[in-house]
């Protein structure tokens, strides 16, 4: 049996209507991602503080949550605060789903003012000084209960941004710049 598929000039130029609304499916699904909740939470390891909220739900972004995630990932030495780029966040959603964890994060490092930047650069070679830090797009992580290999192992296997590995200091890096990894 060979089925045979209109080209798009037939489709504009002379199907009749029920030979073309035959092509549409007689059931029409939501698409799946477009539904659902998408949960966070962090824990501030410098300030003490905790969040955690759905941020994401059924194809929205909450904004009051996400708020509130940007002010316990504020710069803590200089009590500044920016917007994290929501595909961070999307990159830690999977993170959690991939390690099969409900645990909040311990957050070393969220967004960074460009001065306290420059001075952590001044004092390590560690520290990039275009830091994605700068632009909330980066986050400094561990989690209590996961080794940290395995935390960074799946982060690398999303391929969603850059990871960079921290043994010494107990936490991996997370940001959704290009796809690269370092330690």
Same mark, same amino acid.
């Given at each position: 049996?060979? +089925?045979?598929?209109?080209?798009?000039?037939?489709?504009?130029?002379?199907? /009749?209507?029920? #030979?073309?609304?035959?092509?549409?499916?007689?059931?029409?699904? #939501?698409?799946?991602?477009?539904?659902?909740?998408?949960?966070?939470?962090?824990? @501030?390891?410098?300030?003490? !503080?905790?969040?955690?909220? /759905?941020?994401?739900?059924?194809?929205?972004?909450? /904004?009051?949550?996400?708020?509130?995630?940007?002010?316990?990932?504020?710069? =803590?030495?200089?009590?500044?605060?920016?917007?994290?780029?929501?595909?961070?966040?999307?990159?830690?959603?999977?993170?959690? !789903?991939?390690? @099969?964890? !409900?645990?909040?994060? @311990?957050?070393?490092?969220?967004?960074?003012? $460009?001065?306290? @930047?420059?001075?952590?650069?001044?004092?390590?070679?560690?520290?990039?000084?275009? /830091?994605? =830090?700068?632009?909330?797009?980066?986050?400094?992580?561990?989690?209590?209960? +996961?080794?940290?290999?395995?935390?960074?192992?799946?982060?690398?296997?999303?391929?969603?941004?850059?990871?960079?590995?921290? $043994?010494?200091?107990?936490?991996? =890096? +997370?940001?959704?710049?290009? +796809?690269?990894?370092?330690?």
């Amino acid at each position: 049996m060979s +089925v045979v598929c209109p080209t798009r000039r037939q489709l504009l130029l002379g199907l /009749s209507g029920a #030979a073309m609304f035959s092509m549409v499916p007689s059931k029409v699904y #939501a698409s799946r991602s477009t539904k659902g909740v998408r949960r966070l939470g962090f824990y @501030n390891l410098h300030t003490g !503080e905790r969040g955690q909220g /759905s941020y994401w739900v059924d194809g929205n972004y909450q /904004s009051e949550i996400l708020s509130d995630f940007s002010h316990i990932l504020r710069d =803590h030495r200089r009590n500044e605060s920016a917007p994290m780029d929501k595909r961070l966040y999307n990159l830690l959603f999977k993170l959690k !789903e991939s390690l @099969n964890i !409900e645990q909040e994060f @311990n957050v070393i490092s969220g967004y960074r003012s $460009p001065k306290t @930047n420059a001075m952590l650069a001044a004092k390590s070679s560690g520290v990039a000084k275009k /830091s994605y =830090h700068m632009k909330g797009m980066a986050m400094d992580i561990a989690l209590e209960d +996961v080794k940290l290999t395995d935390l960074r192992d799946a982060a690398i296997e999303l391929k969603l941004g850059g990871v960079g590995y921290y $043994p010494r200091s107990g936490f991996i =890096h +997370v940001d959704t710049g290009p +796809v690269r990894t370092w330690s």
